[in-house]
C-alpha cells in the first residue's frame, strides 16, 4: 500500500501509546530513575516559594514572633527580660519540643518600636486582629494585654537573631537548589539517554524491515517518504519521549501540588487565583481542536515536499539535459507555497493560544494582587503569603502555557508514531516459508528452469495483456550460459528479477537444482546468485569497501586478486590512494566503464554459482568494452550465467539465446541455429550489421 499522510486522523491513540511503551520496555530502570529525580525537582519548585514565604513572614517583616520564656542560664535564650530568657523556635518551629517551656508569648511590630506581650499566645500576623498600644498595654480587638517594649539592644539581638536565620534559610537554599542542579542534570541526560536508546532500537527495526521488503514496496513508496519515517518521524519520537511524555507528568504532579500547597496556605487566595480556569479549559479544548487539524496538514504538505525533493535530485542530470529547471522550480514553488500557507495557519492556531492563556495569567495575577494586597494591608493575610500566591499562580500557568508546544510535539510524535507503525505493519510480499529449505553450498549445481510463468507488476492483473511474461518456459543447466534479447519492454530484465525472487509469479513454477524458489529461504538463494547490473551503484566509501560490500570474511588479498582477474586492477593501481581511493555516493567521480569492472569484481568476491549479467557492456567505450568482454569470457567459466544484452556480439559464444517479443519467447537456439532459422533474431541482427 502506499502510505497517504491524509488517512492519519487521529490525534491520540492507546494502541499506538502501547506499542511506543513496549519499546521502552528495555529502559525501565533508566526511565525510572529519570522519574524519581523529577520528582525531587518538581519538589524543589513547590518549596523554593514556601521558604520565599517563611522568610518574608517570620524573619523579614514579621507583624508578631513566636517565643518562649525560660531561665536566663538556659544555652537557647537569645537575650533576656525582666530575668526571664527569651527562646525563638526559629526554623524547627513545626518540630519544637515546647515541653521544657512552661509559657509562651509574642513579640509585636508596632508603628515605632518592638514590643513583648507575654500573656498572649497567637500570631497576630495575618490575624486581621485590631491592634492598639495604651500606656503600657496592648488592646487586641478590645481586650487588655501587657505589652512591654524592648531596648535597641534587645531590639538589635531579635533582628540579629532574624538576620541568621535568614541566612539559614539562604544556606539551605542554595544547597537545595544546588542538589536540585544535580538531580536535574541527571533527570535530562538519564531521559535523554533512554529516550535516544529507544528510538536507536525503532530505527534500527525500521531499517531491518524497509531492507527486506519486496521490490514492489520501493516501486510504490516515494524514496523521499520513507527517508522520513527513518529520519524525522523518529526524531518526533524521541521529542516525545524527552519533552512529553515525562514531562507532562511532571507538570501534572506541579499543577496539582501547586493546588494543595496553595490550599494549605489559604484557600480564598486560591480560589481568586485559579478563578479563570473556565477560560482557560476552553482555550485548550478549542486549541486542541483547530491545532489538530492544521498540523494534520502540515503533515501532509512536509511529505510532499519530501518526495518531491528526493525525486528532484535523483533526477538532477536529466532536469538539466532537457534545461527544465524552470519547470521543475514552479512544480516545486506550487508544492512549498501550499506547505508555507499551511504552516500560517499552524501559526496563527498557536499565536492566538500563547497570548491567551497570558490574558487568563494577567487576570489571575490581577485579582490576586487587588484582593490579596488589600487584605495584606488590613493584616488578613500575610506578605509572605501573597507573595508566595504570586510565584505559586505563575508555576501553575506556566506548563499550561507550554501545552501548546507540547500538544504541537504531541501532534506530530502521534502521526509520526502511526506512520512509523503502518510500515513495521506492512508485510512484505516475499517472504521465507514456514520450512524453508537450504542449499549446501558444495552440492549446489545451479540448474535453472522456468515452467510456464506467468507474472504482472500488477498484484490483481485481469486481462492477459495486463502480463509481462506470458508462459514463459525454459531451462538452463549446470555451467551452461544462456543470452536474453530482445526488444525493450520484451521481459528480459523482469526474469532476472524473478530469478532472484524479487517478486512473486502469479502463475507457474520456477526451480533451482529442481526446487521451487518460493520453498527456498531467501538468503541461501540470493547467496547463491551474483549479478551485474547496467547501472552500477556504487556506495559512499573506498574501492574495497564497494567491492567487499563490508563482509570482513573476503580479505584485502582476495580483493586484489579478483581484481586483477576482471581487469579492475590497472585502473585501481593509478588512483593516488589504489585501494583505499574514496568513492563518492553512486560513484560519480569513475567512468561507467570502471564502475562495471568494479562490478564484475564485486559479483566474483562472493563467488556465485549463477551469475546474472544486464546489459553490462552497453554504452562502454571500445576500449572498455574489451576489457570488459576479456573479464565476461574469465568470470562465466564453470558458471551457469544468464546474459541480457542488446549488443549481439557479445552473445555469439553463449551456449543458448532465448528471443523475447511482448513477454513470450520467440525463439530458442544458439547463434548460429536463430541465423539459420531467419526469424526475428535474424532481423535483430541484420539492424545491427547491416552496414557490414
Not at 533526477?315 to 508544492?335: A, L, P, S
Not at 517479443?661 to 530458442?668: H, L
Request: with cysteine; proline share 2%; glycine share 6%.
Amino acid at each position: 500500500m502506499e502510505y497517504n499522510e491524509k488517512e492519519i486522523v487521529k490525534s491520540y491513540d492507546a494502541k499506538l501509546m502501547w506499542r511506543l511503551f513496549k519499546y521502552a520496555k528495555s529502559q525501565w530502570l533508566i526511565l525510572t530513575l529519570s522519574i524519581i529525580m523529577m520528582l525531587f525537582v518538581t519538589g524543589v519548585d513547590l518549596l523554593i516559594p514556601y521558604i520565599t514565604k517563611i522568610a518574608i513572614d517570620d524573619y523579614i517583616t514579621p507583624v508578631s514572633q513566636e517565643i518562649y520564656f525560660t531561665d536566663t542560664s538556659d544555652e537557647n535564650a537569645t537575650f533576656s527580660i525582666n530575668s526571664r530568657g527569651i527562646v525563638f523556635p526559629g526554623l524547627i518551629a513545626r518540630t519544637f519540643d515546647a515541653s521544657p517551656y512552661a509559657t509562651k508569648g509574642q513579640i509585636y511590630r508596632g508603628p515605632e518600636r518592638y514590643y513583648l506581650i507575654d500573656d498572649y499566645t497567637e500570631n497576630l500576623s495575618g490575624s486581621g486582629a485590631e491592634i492598639e498600644i495604651k500606656n503600657g498595654t496592648i488592646l487586641i480587638n478590645g481586650a487588655s494585654y501587657t505589652a512591654i517594649p524592648l531596648t535597641d539592644d534587645q531590639t538589635d539581638a531579635f533582628k540579629s537573631y532574624n538576620k541568621t536565620q535568614i541566612l539559614i534559610l539562604t544556606l539551605t537554599l542554595g544547597a537545595i537548589l544546588l542538589l536540585n542542579f544535580a538531580f536535574s542534570f541527571a533527570h535530562t541526560y538519564l531521559l535523554n539517554y533512554a529516550s535516544q536508546k529507544i528510538v536507536y532500537s525503532m530505527r534500527e527495526q525500521l531499517f531491518s524491515h524497509i531492507e527486506n521488503m519486496s521490490l514492489s514496496f520501493f516501486d510504490k513508496n516515494p524514496v523521499g517518504r520513507l527517508v522520513t519515517r527513518v529520519s524525522n518521524d523518529m526524531e518526533n519520537i524521541n521529542e516525545m519521549f524527552t519533552n512529553v511524555i515525562v514531562t507532562s507528568l511532571k507538570d501534572f504532579l506541579l499543577l496539582i501540588g501547586t493546588v494543595v500547597v496553595m490550599l494549605m496556605i489559604n484557600w480564598k487566595l486560591t480560589l481568586i487565583a485559579l478563578s479563570t480556569m473556565p477560560l482557560v479549559l476552553f482555550s485548550a479544548q478549542i486549541f486542541r481542536m483547530k491545532a489538530r487539524a492544521v498540523q494534520r496538514q502540515v503533515k501532509i504538505k512536509i511529505a510532499k515536499i519530501n518526495a518531491t525533493l528526493a525525486e528532484n535530485i535523483n533526477g538532477m542530470k536529466i532536469i538539466q539535459i532537457f534545461n527544465r529547471q524552470e519547470t521543475m522550480f514552479n512544480e516545486f514553488d506550487t508544492i512549498n507555497a501550499d506547505y508555507l500557507k499551511s504552516s500560517i495557519d499552524e501559526t496563527k492556531v498557536y499565536a492566538i493560544f500563547r497570548p491567551t492563556m497570558n490574558f487568563a495569567y494577567s487576570i489571575s495575577l490581577s485579582l490576586l494582587l487587588w484582593f490579596g494586597g488589600g487584605d495584606a494591608l488590613s493584616n488578613l493575610v500575610e506578605l509572605g503569603v501573597l507573595v508566595a500566591f504570586v510565584s505559586y499562580t505563575q508555576q501553575f500557568f506556566r506548563p499550561i502555557m507550554d501545552l501548546s508546544e507540547k500538544f504541537n510535539v504531541f501532534q506530530s510524535s502521534m502521526a509520526s508514531a502511526e506512520r512509523i507503525f503502518m510500515l513495521l505493519d506492512e508485510e512484505t510480499t516475499i517472504c521465507n516459508p514456514p520450512q524453508p529449505k537450504r542449499f549446501e553450498a558444495d552440492a549446489f549445481r545451479g540448474e535453472i528452469e522456468f515452467d510456464n510463468v506467468w507474472f504482472s507488476y500488477d498484484e490483481n492483473p485481469k486481462e492477459v495483456e495486463d502480463y509481462v511474461l506470458k508462459g514463459v518456459s525454459f531451462k538452463i543447466k549446470k555451467g551452461e550460459s544462456m543470452a536474453l534479447v530482445g526488444a525493450t519492454g520484451s521481459g528480459k530484465t523482469t526474469i532476472i528479477s524473478l530469478l532472484n525472487r524479487f517478486y512473486d509469479i502469479q502463475k507457474g513454477r520456477i526451480y533451482i537444482d529442481g526446487v521451487e524458489i518460493r520453498d527456498l529461504e531467501i538468503e541461501s538463494l540470493r547467496s547463491q546468485i551474483g549479478i551485474v547490473l547496467q547501472d552500477v551503484f556504487l556506495f559512499a566509501g573506498d574501492i574495497k569497501g564497494n567491492i567487499r560490500l563490508n563482509d570482513e570474511n573476503i580479505s584485502d588479498e582476495r580483493i586484489h586478486e579478483i581484481s586483477k582477474y576482471v581487469n579492475a586492477d590497472g585502473f585501481i593501481c593509478k588512483l593516488p590512494n589504489k585501494y583505499d581511493q574514496e568513492v563518492t555516493e553512486r560513484g560519480s567521480t569513475l567512468s561507467a566503464g570502471q564502475r562495471q569492472l568494479l562490478s564484475f569484481a564485486r559479483a566474483l568476491a562472493f563467488d556465485p554459482k549463477i551469475l546474472i549479467l544486464d546489459e553490462a557492456t552497453s554504452n562502454i567505450d571500445t576500449e572498455t568494452e574489451l576489457l570488459i568482454q576479456d573479464a565476461i569470457n574469465k568470470i562465466i567459466h564453470g558458471r551457469t550465467t544468464v546474459i541480457v544484452a542488446h549488443r549481439l556480439s557479445t552473445i555469439q559464444h553463449v551456449d543458448k539465446i532465448i528471443v523475447m517479443s511482448k513477454g513470450e519467447i520467440v525463439e530458442i537456439g544458439n547463434h548460429q541455429e536463430l541465423l539459420e532459422k531467419g526469424g526475428m533474431y535474424y532481423d535483430l541482427y541484420k539492424l545491427q550489421y547491416k552496414d557490414n
